[in-house]
């Protein structure tokens, strides 16, 4: 029978956390959106984009969770409020 993976030591070091909580990671996280949905900002500059969506962090239209770890972000989960309309949420 093939031994479970213990996922314990990297639950420890990962710490997920509301991007408006550490908004160092802002522009990075939002660099990775325009480079991963470019298509979604063909018509939108980068820097107005890193603009908006720091503004986003802080009035409630962009929630994103970034996963941290050692200091580093190697991960994150973001939603726009319009988003949750479509969803029938």
């Known amino acids: 029978m093939p031994r479970e993976k213990?996922?314990?030591r990297v639950s420890?070091?990962?710490?997920w956390i509301w991007l408006e909580?550490?908004?160092d990671h802002c522009d990075l996280t939002?660099?990775?959106l325009y480079l991963e949905f470019s298509y979604e900002y063909a018509l939108q500059t980068f820097a107005?984009?890193?603009q908006e969506f720091a503004e986003g962090q802080r009035d409630g239209r962009w929630k994103c969770l970034i996963a941290t770890e050692h200091g580093?972000?190697?991960g994150d989960a973001s939603?726009?409020?319009?988003?949750l309309s479509e969803l029938g949420a």
Do not use: F, V, Y
């Open 48 to 50: 107005s984009w890193q």
């Open 30 to 32: 939002a660099e990775w």
């Open 79 to 83: 939603l726009a409020s319009n988003d």
């Open 21 to 23: 909580n550490q908004m």
């Open 72 to 74: 580093q972000l190697p």
């Open 12 to 15: 420890k070091c990962r710490k």
């Open 6 to 8: 213990d996922t314990r």
